[in-house]
């Protein structure tokens, strides 16, 4: 399978790198900041991923860098892809287009943020088969969502894949060692495969109280 060389990951790391400190971070002046998720807090920087998600050239390269990743540290595509909405949706797309060009075939599909209220009350849209699924999103250890969609694939006893994938994981090296390759709310056995953490773009912990 020709996935892309070294040389060539590097540069669309580079250019990705840089696209996302220029238009997807959002730092605050000195002495504002943000509401925060929690009550109580302030933030002074936040991710906006959908800003370079939405956009082919980003999507492009962000999905060539998954690709390579998941050949050297999975070692195969035998799986399907799912995330929870909206985040995750640009990639469920594209990764699949992207690997019809290596003869490979994908499944993937949607899970909602909240259940269907009416018709068939559905939490998940498309076609999901057993074949075990790579939970996708954009910025992991910043909040539940990837948990969310961790517990209602348990709830449709779909089987997941030991291997989940991130853009961005929201720690440092050597603070957050422990937790490096995982979403501190998932099961320890899942892996997590990212493409970024705080330390490529000179930032740190963010949560500021009143």
């Not at 669309?12 to 002046?29: A, M």
């Not at 490979?104 to 209220?117: A, D, F, M, P, T």
């Not at 018709?119 to 910025?139: F, H, K, Q, S, V």
Request: charged share 25%; aromatic share 12%.
């Amino acid at each position: 399978m020709n996935i892309i060389n070294d040389e060539k990951y590097e540069s669309l790391w580079q250019q990705t790198r840089d696209f996302i400190d220029e238009h997807c971070i959002i730092r605050t002046k000195p002495g504002t900041s943000l509401p925060g998720k929690l009550e109580g807090t302030r933030y002074t920087w936040v991710f906006y991923l959908r800003n370079g998600l939405f956009r082919t050239d980003f999507l492009s390269a962000v999905t060539q860098m998954w690709a390579k990743k998941v050949a050297e540290e999975v070692g195969h595509f035998d799986f399907q892809l799912s995330g929870l909405e909206t985040a995750s949706t640009p990639m469920i797309t594209a990764f699949p287009i992207y690997m019809q060009a290596f003869g490979v075939h994908l499944n993937g599909y949607s899970i909602r943020k909240e259940q269907k209220k009416y018709a068939l009350r559905n939490w998940i849209e498309g076609c999901p088969d057993y074949t075990p699924t790579m939970l996708l999103d954009d910025i992991c250890n910043s909040g539940d969502s990837m948990r969310t969609a961790y517990d209602i694939l348990q709830m449709y006893d779909l089987p997941v894949l030991p291997f989940a994938f991130s853009l961005v994981n929201k720690v440092n090296k050597g603070v957050h060692d422990d937790n490096f390759d995982k979403d501190f709310l998932m099961p320890p056995e899942v892996k997590l495969l990212h493409l970024y953490s705080l330390d490529d773009f000179n930032l740190t912990g963010n949560v500021k109280l009143h």
